[in-house]
């Protein structure tokens, strides 16, 4: 059941603000666990990513046994690729073009390794079929975007202001109301 979010005592966070101070924002979203995905009570990362080939290479269905019990080392080496070349900035994105992802460890500068999540805007790619992780190292912290978990903004917190907003119906032009039409001229 929905409870709307608790600003006090919750760690409720906008964010807006988090995008604006993300040298800041991201270390504390920091899972530092190829395991796990690091949960916020309300805030959720998303990393610019484009499915390639390389999301559809046969060695996504290779067997490499029970990934949850291999090193760091080998999950990083059979999971993972360089992802430098997604850059983006966010003012400039279409609609799917942000997976949400987890933010695994800073790798040195303004660069991470964060592990893509399979987008419900996209096809599903072979690794999110076989229920593989997809990592990406050395990823572009421009290219990391924070956004509200559904339901988890703050319209939708307990005093929030939410009212219908009625327009007497003999305000509205004619032309407006739909009432009659079938179609469009």
Known sequence: ???SPDRQGTGFESATRANHGLESTLPRLLSNDLRKEFEHPNLVCGCFYEATHVDYHPRWDMDFGNWMEMTDDELLQTYS?????????????????????????????????VRIWPSHE???PLWAR???????????????????K??????????AFRHHIGIPEEMMPKQWKNEGRTSHP
């Open 1 to 3: 059941q929905w409870r």
């Open 81 to 113: 690729d360089d992802g430098s070349r997604f850059v983006n900035e966010y003012t400039t994105h279409r609609g799917g073009d942000y997976w949400e992802c987890s933010l695994i460890r800073q790798d040195g500068n303004e660069r991470f390794t």
């Open 122 to 124: 996209n096809e599903i």
């Open 130 to 148: 076989n229920e593989l992780p997809r990592y990406l190292t050395n990823y572009p912290q421009e290219s990391i975007q924070v956004f509200h």
């Open 150 to 159: 559904q339901y988890h903004s703050d319209q939708h917190l307990s005093g």
